[in-house]
């Protein structure tokens, strides 16, 4: 697949980084010669220096022969044109966009995409799937993570084993997946002292360990308890930064009863318009949420939990220790920067929120089509969580899991059966048909695809026979 990406940050290069991992063509474009020389260094990628929204940048990258373009530059208005223009004159067969503003995702003006106005086949908006994200870690307490897979059927949490034990601890994974039907959870990824892996089944669980569990939602209180949590869903929030993010997140939260919402924005005049938007039913104080006496004036050490979302990473750090030293119960921090990721939980932080790994998550979700289609990245970027759908004649359907030689960086989480999710143990047998959800390492995805094809699908293939030309015809 030949792509082009328009946008050489944080999440365009990694999108690169992604897609030319799995053997695709990849162009990144970008006005900053710096950026664009480094995606062209540091990947396998080859790096173009230009605005992305002109046609004749466009045509150099070669947008007539392109299957995707992935338009993720800062510039909303420029990944609205780079779509156009890629459609319009080169004919590009997919388009997605990264779109910030507000303005632009209003349902009113849901028309203005259609492929006769500005084609755009996918949006992809950070601040509405970072409060999305927050609502979603709100409403399973004790996890840093939780994803709905497969239209809500199975859940991907990410749990913390407690420092005083739980009843999962000094168990091997195997023990662990013996009892997976009971116990409704799979264990499929670890993250122990900064170093995130695909345990084996000999693995035991240790206090302090990071570990990311499939798991039914109807039995998701049980298997939190399992895990030595018995946390209450948080009904006293307080949101600090108004800006699109805890705009959005507020717009969500302030819809549920028994939740009592308090927000703090920096900004006076922000902070008067997003309280005549949200009404009387969400508190609005305007001040610097790193000065004690304002926190004192939200009641802090009264909150459930604090959602830190200001555009400053720091402040966002500083203001989530300073409530849990306060008394609050837990903190919920967006950072941007990714090498704060391994402090945080020293800090005290309970949740960490990436924006631009969610975005990357979003972006790859809907580039994946076929058989094997990414849902879910990782923290960490050591691996993703994949739903593939079970061919016949695969090795997978050939045998029980536990005698099916899945490589060792791949775990199957669930398997998806008429409407239904099976937690797998080492007997369940996957049939033709069937979808898996699995976590694989990057390093074991041409393994894992292998597994999933039918034989000799992954063959290579002799090059083609060129047509004779008129002097060697008969």
Same mark, same amino acid.
């Given at each position: 697949?030949?792509?082009?990406?328009? =946008?050489?940050?944080?999440?365009?290069?990694?999108?690169?980084?992604?897609?030319?991992?799995?053997?695709?063509?990849?162009?990144?474009?970008?006005?900053?010669?710096?950026?664009? &020389?480094?995606?062209?260094?540091?990947?396998?990628?080859?790096?173009?220096?230009?605005?992305?929204?002109?046609?004749?940048?466009?045509?150099?990258?070669?947008?007539?022969?392109?299957?995707?373009?992935?338009?993720?530059?800062?510039?909303?208005? %420029?990944?609205?044109?780079?779509?156009?223009?890629?459609?319009?004159?080169?004919?590009?067969?997919?388009?997605?966009?990264?779109?910030?503003?507000?303005?632009?995702?209003?349902?009113?003006?849901?028309? #203005?995409?259609?492929?006769?106005?500005?084609?755009?086949?996918?949006? +992809?908006?950070?601040?509405?799937?970072?409060?999305?994200?927050?609502?979603?870690? #709100?409403?399973?307490? =004790?996890?840093?993570?939780?994803?709905?897979?497969?239209?809500?059927?199975?859940?991907?949490?990410?749990?913390?084993?407690?420092?005083?034990?739980?009843?999962?601890?000094?168990?091997?994974?195997?023990?662990?997946?013996?009892?997976?039907?009971?116990?409704?959870?799979?264990?499929?990824?670890?993250?122990?002292?900064?170093?995130?892996?695909?345990?084996?089944?000999?693995? &035991?669980?240790?206090?302090?360990?990071?570990?990311?569990?499939?798991?039914?939602?109807?039995?998701?209180?049980?298997?939190?308890?399992?895990?030595?949590?018995?946390?209450?869903?948080?009904?006293?929030?307080?949101?600090? =930064?108004?800006?699109?993010?805890?705009?959005?997140?507020?717009?969500?939260?302030?819809?549920?009863?028994?939740?009592?919402?308090?927000?703090?924005?920096?900004? /006076?005049?922000?902070?008067?318009?997003?309280?005549?938007?949200?009404?009387?039913?969400?508190?609005?104080?305007?001040?610097?949420?790193?000065?004690?006496?304002? #926190?004192?004036?939200?009641? +802090?050490?009264?909150?459930?939990?604090?959602?830190?979302?200001?555009?400053?990473?720091?402040?966002?750090?500083?203001?989530?220790?300073?409530?849990?030293?306060?008394?609050?119960?837990?903190?919920?921090?967006?950072?941007?920067?990714?090498?704060?990721?391994? %402090?945080?939980?020293?800090?005290? +932080?309970?949740?960490?929120?990436?924006?631009?790994?969610?975005?990357?998550?979003? +972006?790859?979700?809907?580039?994946?089509?076929?058989?094997?289609?990414?849902?879910?990245?990782?923290?960490?970027?050591?691996?993703?969580?994949?739903?593939?759908?079970?061919?016949?004649?695969?090795?997978?359907?050939?045998?029980?899991? =536990?005698?099916?030689?899945?490589?060792?960086?791949?775990?199957?989480?669930?398997?998806?059966?008429?409407?239904?999710?099976?937690? /797998?143990?080492?007997?369940?047998?996957?049939?033709?048909?069937?979808?898996?959800?699995?976590?694989?390492?990057?390093?074991?995805?041409?393994?894992?695809?292998?597994?999933?094809?039918?034989?000799?699908?992954?063959?290579?293939?002799?090059?083609?026979? /060129?047509?004779?030309?008129?002097?060697?015809? /008969?």
């Amino acid at each position: 697949m030949r792509v082009i990406v328009c =946008g050489a940050g944080q999440v365009g290069s990694t999108i690169a980084r992604h897609l030319a991992r799995e053997g695709n063509d990849v162009t990144v474009i970008d006005a900053d010669p710096a950026q664009a &020389r480094r995606a062209d260094e540091s990947y396998d990628v080859r790096g173009m220096v230009g605005f992305a929204s002109h046609p004749e940048v466009l045509r150099a990258a070669g947008a007539k022969e392109a299957d995707l373009l992935v338009a993720v530059t800062r510039s909303d208005e %420029v990944n609205m044109v780079a779509c156009q223009v890629g459609h319009s004159l080169f004919g590009v067969k997919r388009r997605i966009a990264r779109l910030r503003h507000h303005g632009y995702l209003a349902p009113l003006w849901r028309g #203005l995409y259609a492929p006769e106005q500005m084609p755009i086949d996918v949006i +992809i908006s950070p601040e509405m799937e970072v409060a999305r994200g927050i609502a979603r870690r #709100l409403r399973t307490p =004790g996890a840093f993570d939780m994803v709905p897979l497969a239209d809500g059927r199975v859940q991907l949490l990410g749990i913390q084993v407690p420092e005083n034990g739980a009843p999962v601890v000094g168990r091997t994974l195997a023990e662990l997946r013996q009892s997976a039907a009971e116990s409704g959870f799979v264990v499929v990824a670890l993250l122990r002292e900064s170093h995130a892996f695909v345990p084996s089944e000999e693995e &035991r669980l240790r206090p302090g360990d990071d570990v990311y569990v499939i798991a039914q939602p109807a039995l998701a209180d049980q298997v939190m308890t399992a895990f030595g949590h018995r946390e209450q869903v948080a009904r006293r929030l307080l949101i600090v =930064g108004g800006g699109n993010v805890g705009l959005h997140l507020a717009r969500m939260l302030s819809r549920e009863a028994l939740v009592s919402l308090k927000m703090i924005e920096h900004n /006076p005049e922000r902070a008067e318009q997003i309280a005549r938007e949200l009404g009387g039913g969400v508190v609005v104080l305007s001040g610097d949420a790193l000065e004690r006496d304002l #926190l004192d004036e939200a009641h +802090i050490g009264a909150v459930d939990t604090i959602i830190a979302v200001t555009n400053d990473d720091e402040t966002n750090i500083f203001v989530s220790v300073l409530a849990k030293q306060a008394g609050c119960g837990r903190a919920i921090t967006l950072v941007n920067k990714s090498s704060y990721e391994p %402090v945080l939980d020293a800090m005290g +932080i309970d949740a960490a929120v990436s924006p631009s790994a969610i975005t990357i998550s979003s +972006i790859l979700r809907h580039v994946r089509r076929g058989a094997v289609a990414q849902v879910y990245r990782l923290r960490g970027d050591f691996g993703e969580v994949l739903e593939a759908e079970a061919l016949a004649g695969s090795p997978l359907v050939a045998a029980p899991l =536990g005698k099916a030689g899945l490589p060792a960086g791949m775990r199957i989480g669930a398997v998806l059966r008429d409407g239904e999710a099976i937690i /797998p143990d080492a007997q369940t047998r996957v049939r033709p048909g069937d979808n898996v959800i699995a976590v694989v390492a990057h390093d074991a995805l041409r393994e894992a695809e292998a597994l999933l094809a039918r034989p000799g699908e992954n063959d290579p293939q002799p090059p083609p026979v /060129p047509p004779a030309s008129p002097v060697d015809a /008969p």
